[in-house]
């Protein structure tokens, strides 16, 4: 938890967007390991609005599934040996996060079936944030600038 704080501190509350950048960052791309490969897929789409962009798939091995849509790219990954890592390991993010411009926008869109979001004001980092869980537990976390807000 302390690793995550560290991050959004650095990312969005330590002045860094009060110097020039020297480039511009036009969207964003996560990937996570999945169980079920179908059922993230349609998961990421329907939540995220996301459309299948390619697939590739090893028998036995592996199945990838890209999607996108303007601004976002995420890979889902299915391994065939995911679900049994050993005890302690890390199976995949626990943690995924976007930014949006309009945080209500984005949880009017969410699917039936998707518990409402409690919306947290982290003020210390000047965010407004929603986490909701994908299939395999993992926290997608969206986030909105306090200083965007209408």
Same mark, same amino acid.
Do not use: C, H, Y
């Given at each position: 938890m302390? &690793?995550? !704080?560290c991050l959004l501190v650095l990312l969005f509350g330590a002045g860094v967007f009060a110097e020039s950048p020297r480039y511009v960052i036009d969207g964003g791309y996560f990937a996570v390991i999945v169980t079920d490969i179908e059922t993230a897929t349609t998961w990421y789409g329907d939540t995220l609005g996301l459309e299948e962009t390619s697939r590739l798939a090893d028998e036995g091995r592996y199945v990838i599934v890209n999607l996108g849509r303007p601004g976002l790219a995420v890979e889902l990954l299915q391994l065939e040996a995911a679900d049994t890592r050993p005890e302690g390991y890390v !199976?995949?993010?626990?943690?995924?996060g976007m930014?949006?411009?309009d945080l209500d926008a &984005?949880?009017?869109?969410?699917?039936a079936g998707i518990d409402t979001p409690r919306v947290i004001e982290d003020e210390k980092n000047g965010l407004l944030l929603v986490q909701?869980?994908?299939?395999?537990?993992?926290?997608?976390?969206v986030m909105q600038r306090l200083d965007e807000e209408e």
């Open positions: 302390k &690793f995550a !704080t !199976t995949g993010p626990f943690k995924i930014l949006v411009a &984005f949880m009017a869109s969410l699917p909701i869980r994908d299939p395999d537990g993992n926290i997608v976390q």
